[in-house]
Every structure is written in C-alpha cells, then in structure tokens.
C-alpha cells in the first residue's frame, strides 16, 4: 500500500473535528472515565531517557506525539500521518507549546515511511491499525525503521462491546479492535521478539523489541 493508493479518512470536517477532540480534555477525560488511562500506561512503558529518535506512525494531531516531545532534551519525534488537517493541528499545538523544534511533521504513509532503516530507538503507533486492513505492513515497517535493541510499542481499541462500537465507523475493510493475543501474534509475525500485551480498560497495548 502506498500515500497514492491509500486516502486517509480524516479529511474535510471529520479530520477538523475530529482532529480536534483526538488532542482535547474531552477525550483524556473519556479516557480517565470510561475507556480507561492508557495514556499513563504507555508513558510509563516507554520510559525515555530523553535522547531517543522516535516515530509515531499515525501521529494523528498529537495527543501521544506531544506528551513524548515534552518528555526529549536531544532526542527528537517523527510524526507521520495521511491526514493534512491533523498534521496542520498538530503543528499548530506544537509551536503554541514551544515544541516544535522536537518535531520532524511529515504527511505519509505508516506502511511506506520516509525514515531511514535502522535509524530508531523508539517506535509507537496509537489508535491506527483498526483503520487498516492488514496491520502486519505496518508493523514491519516498524521493525525497519528500528535499529537493533530499538523498540515498538502499539496500543488499539481492544476487542470489548466499546471498542467495537467506535472502531465499527470505518471503512468496511477496516481490521477493526484487536484482542492482546492477535496485537501479540501481529508483533511477533512481522518479526519483533520479547512481545508482551494487555488489555488497559477498553484497550489494548503491546510493547516488543528489534533483536
Ligand atoms: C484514531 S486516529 C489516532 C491518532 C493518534 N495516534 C492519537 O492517538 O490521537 C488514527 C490516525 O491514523 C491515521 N492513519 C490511518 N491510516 C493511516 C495510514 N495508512 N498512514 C498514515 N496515517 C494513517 C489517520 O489519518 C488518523 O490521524
């Protein structure tokens, strides 16, 4: 799959609203109340140091990529993803945040990314590959762009009634929520070991590393 082949379904109103709710209060309370704090416990399973080169593959408008630039001194994120309106909130969060020398934005595709092989420490891809039809690309692609020791950590909707309401609005052929076991299986398919994966609430969050 390819940027030309493949058309993000965040455009128009939905990429400005949308993009919008993804970085608000509004979700991190739906978060803290209903869908449970995954946010925290990806901050602490990626545990930086700081001087990490890292990628976020559907970095959408910048609710992860943002809690992880505020976190790197020399390190500095990539953030890539189909949709212009996201990317143009989220340039616009980073510099109102004084972050955006940390940012590399560019408009891509999490399949086919414009980054370097071997040339990550860190790679994570939140709330992307239920839009996919096949997220094992993705996560090879992931494992390219590591170096050795690097690591991946993917979190989704998991497979709960929730979680297949809100990831049910896609495109038909969309994979959909996943269970810990098939995030696992994916991970481990595309080549990464040490895979671990649990549920946090309505989600699912799975961190491995690129021997
Ligand atoms: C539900 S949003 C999540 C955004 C962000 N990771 C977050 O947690 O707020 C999914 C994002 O994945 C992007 N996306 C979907 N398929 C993609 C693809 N093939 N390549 C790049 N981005 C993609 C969409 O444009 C959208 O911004």
Redesign the pocket.
Known sequence: ?T?ES?T???TGMK?RI??WY??SWL?RLSEILILGNLRKRFMGLIALRGNEAVV?????????SLAIAERLDSGRITC????DE?LEILSRRARRRQLADRLDIRK????TLDVPAGTMDLAV????WH??PDPVP?ARELLRVLRRGGRVVVTDFGDTTIGRRITARHRESAHGPFSVEELVRVLRDAGFADVRGERVGHWVIAGATKQ
């Open positions: 799959m940027a493949y993000s379904e965040w990429g949308g993009g993804l970085a979700r976020d593959a559907g970095c959408g408008s910048g609710f992860y890539v993803d189909l949709s996201m891509g595709d999490v399949t891809s939140n709330g992307v839009e996919l993705a």
